[in-house]
């Protein structure tokens, strides 16, 4: 059973580039959850996704930063005109359900984002 | 939300238990404890959790005061794989689901 996988692993972009990163869940899990986190910090929640819905974006920067988890393929974090303050590792973590009980949440390796 | 106070590094000689404490002494009655550790560089990991009963599992036991306001995950016989930072985390309600809160965390550095 495969764990949560992200791609690519390694990102590095120039100012100004669009960045994808893309996250597919565990088997079975419909729950999407983005976090990021900078060098030598903790990780910081920055959005939650069921398939089609946005539940709570409440961490994501409000500008250049969007996300989406389709109804078919992998969840989407997009970040439009990035900057040097973006580079970072970007980690994906999904879980079968959300609504109350304990819903572990797994993770995926990252994706570490560095922009030149 | 119920915050957690983890000493910020520890040290333990291969072999030995490691013994990572947490203090969480305004969480609610029905939030959860969980333990994740991250080895460098790699995602987080999931440990176990508990709500009050000890927990054990192939990886660790967790060990929960009985007012709940600390707790202590043991790793019975700690290796150098074992060299992670180890996050608590309490459980959050908000928006009718639960939102995971990381913080800093303790840093093990096991010893040969």
């Known amino acids: 059973n495969a764990g949560v996988m992200q791609n690519p692993r390694h990102l590095v972009r120039r100012r100004g580039q669009e960045a994808r990163l893309r996250c597919s869940p565990m088997k079975g899990h419909s729950h999407v959850y983005w976090y990021r986190q900078l060098p030598e910090e903790g990780l910081k929640f920055m959005v939650y996704l069921q398939k089609e819905n946005i539940i709570d974006e409440s961490g994501m920067p409000k500008e250049r930063f969007s996300a989406e988890f389709p109804k078919e393929g992998p969840s989407i974090l997009r970040i439009q005109q990035v900057v040097r303050g973006d580079s970072a590792a970007y980690f994906c973590a999904s879980s079968p359900r959300a609504s109350g009980g304990t819903d572990t949440q797994y993770f995926g390796p990252g994706t570490r984002l560095t922009v030149l | 939300d119920a915050k957690t106070t983890q000493p910020p590094s520890m040290d333990c000689a291969e072999g030995r238990a490691a013994n990572l404490p947490c203090n969480h002494s305004t969480i609610s009655g029905n939030e959860y404890v969980y333990w994740y550790r991250q080895i460098h560089s790699q995602g987080p990991q999931y440990i176990i959790h508990?709500?009050?009963n000890n927990e054990t599992n192939e990886m660790a036991s967790l060990i929960i005061t009985e007012d709940r306001k600390s707790s202590t995950l043991i790793l019975p016989h700690a290796t150098l794989r074992d060299t992670a930072v180890y996050y608590c985390i309490v459980r959050v309600n908000s928006g009718g689901y639960q939102k995971v809160t990381f913080g800093t965390g303790t840093k093990l550095q096991v010893i040969p």
């Open positions: 508990g709500l009050k």
